[in-house]
């Protein structure tokens, strides 16, 4: 069963920001946020991870707050080709632990 | 970047027959990688955990000796689907486990369709 909570789907303008929420209120003191994306017909694409700092990557920034309970992935200046579902998931990042395992996700549609 | 390749990205085959999905780690060394399904409109499922040397652990519901899982070597597993059936037909994903120092990453493959006709 997946841990976390996220809208089906989002639409966001061209060059805007898209802020995509997940919630992850049981989450554990040892387990890691992750993102990924899945474009239509790919496998999944690695965005970014943290564990309770915000981090930024070339690619988005992801914005965790206080108490760990939920998330943001922002991306700053969104394009078409960032239409896709994303996923964000709660795990242990060590070198034991096993599975990724995928909730339903946002549909973030990006529109011109 | 760590890449992950799957092979064949497209297949077609007979109801009945067998396919073999290829799943390799390009430029690190995986001891665990994972088989997805995914049913068009879904997320994905975990199928099983592939471990390089042992046996492979199945999700609960997944057959395992309809959905073989080989891996011999630290950058190749296998899924291979016996008796294929038409709803056997689905997007098969894998992903790799790249460790790292400060824990690990997982990266997955670009998918395999399979049609079963």
């Known amino acids: 069963d997946a841990k976390t909570t996220q809208p089906p789907s989002m639409d966001c303008a061209e060059g805007r920001a898209a802020n995509l929420p997940c919630n992850h209120s049981t989450i554990s003191g040892n387990e890691y946020v992750y993102w990924y994306r899945q474009i239509h017909s790919q496998g999944p694409q690695y965005i970014i991870h943290?564990?309770?700092n915000n981090e930024t990557n070339e690619m988005a920034s992801l914005i965790i707050t206080e108490d760990r309970k939920s998330s943001t992935l922002i991306l700053p200046h969104a394009t078409l080709r960032d239409t896709a579902v994303y996923y964000c998931i709660v795990r242990v990042a060590e070198y034991n632990n096993n599975d990724m395992r995928f909730g339903a996700g946002t549909r973030l549609t990006v529109k011109p | 970047g760590a890449v992950v390749s799957q092979h064949p990205s497209r297949v077609i085959c007979k109801s009945g027959t067998s396919v073999k999905i290829e799943c390799r780690s390009l430029?690190?060394?995986?001891?665990?990688m994972f088989w997805y399904r995914q049913f068009p409109k879904q997320s994905l499922m975990l199928m099983a955990t592939s471990n390089e040397g042992s046996k492979a652990t199945y999700e609960q519901g997944v057959e395992k000796d309809k959905f073989l899982i080989n891996h011999a070597s630290l950058t190749l597993s296998t899924l291979t689907v016996t008796s294929a059936h038409p709803e056997d037909s689905s997007f098969y994903i894998c992903?790799?486990?790249?460790?790292?120092?400060?824990?690990?990453?997982?990266?997955f493959g670009e998918g395999s369709w399979l049609t079963v006709v």
């Open positions: 992903s790799a486990r790249r460790q790292g120092e400060y824990g690990n990453t997982i990266y």
């Open positions: 430029d690190f060394q995986a001891t665990t």
């Open positions: 943290g564990l309770k």
